[in-house]
Nanobody, 116 residues
Framework: QVQLAESGGGLVQPGGSLRLSCAAS????????MGWGRQVSGKGRELVAA??????TNYVDSVKGRFTISRDNANTVDLQMNSLKPEDTAVYFC???????????WGKGTLVTVSS
């Protein structure tokens, strides 16, 4: 098992930037995919960015060109968010998946508020 812990949320003005970070509790537990999801109150959780252990990335259309995901080899993943919009306001969750055990993991979340 592994726990994921996020940091870096907060309040930012529209057009501003914010960087989220996530660290897994174990560096020896393989997470084939890591990513970031977000959830607005009353709606489902959406995986907005993902990165494989090989460095391949994927983004939903709404964040392409504005968000950049990166990871190192020790099960940490960052999300650089630029040109933030009010509709980006959500709780952001770190995500990890292990293929061998077919297990998915989510952090507890960090709130990002984009408002003037």
């Amino acid at each position: 098992q592994v726990q994921l812990a996020e940091s870096g949320g907060g309040l930012v003005q529209p057009g501003g930037s914010l960087r989220l970070s996530c660290a897994a509790s174990r560096s020896d537990f393989r997470l084939n995919v890591m990513g970031w999801g977000r959830q607005v109150s009353g709606k489902g959780r959406e995986l907005v960015a993902a990165i494989t252990s090989g460095g391949s990335t994927n983004y939903v259309d709404s964040v392409k060109g504005r968000f950049t995901i990166s990871r190192d080899n020790a099960n940490t993943v960052d999300l650089q968010m630029n040109s933030l919009k009010p509709e980006d306001t959500a709780v952001y969750f770190c995500y990890g998946k292990n293929f061998a055990f077919n297990m998915e993991y989510w952090g507890k979340g960090t709130l990002v508020t984009v408002s003037s």
